[in-house]
């Protein structure tokens, strides 16, 4: 079992830049990670996630060339760098573990984060 714990987020004006942050509790090497963010009044959705060995990344089509997920097995620590973001991203980001296939779906992700605010302004 894995206690995730995100940071970073924020209030910022379009075009800026954030990066978020999610710290474990246990040694991340052993899952996939993810990033998902859940705006009010809509489901949660899958923005980007990274194997094991950060080998293989997929991300939402509306973030790519603007976010880049990475990760630091050795401190057990996750990232999403947002950058020229828009109105449009604002939302509770979550950090997810799966501890099984590789995938987007919210269901491979048995393990979550709180959560943490990104609010983009104009």
């Known amino acids: 079992q894995v206690q995730l714990v995100e940071s970073g987020g924020g209030l910022v004006q379009t075009g800026g830049s954030l990066r978020l942050s999610c710290a474990a509790s246990g040694r991340i090497s052993n899952y996939n990670m993810g990033w998902f963010r859940q705006a009010p009044g809509k489901q949660r959705d899958f923005v980007a996630t990274?194997?094991?060995?950060?080998?293989?990344?997929t991300y939402l089509d509306s973030v790519k060339g603007r976010f880049t997920i990475s990760r630091d097995n050795a401190k057990n620590t996750l990232y999403l760098q947002m950058n020229s973001l828009k109105i449009e991203d604002t939302a509770v980001y979550y950090c997810a573990a799966s501890s099984g296939s590789y995938g987007v779906s919210r269901n491979n992700y048995a393990y979550w984060g709180r959560g943490t605010q990104v609010t983009v302004s104009s």
């Open positions: 990274i194997s094991r060995m950060g080998d293989r990344t």
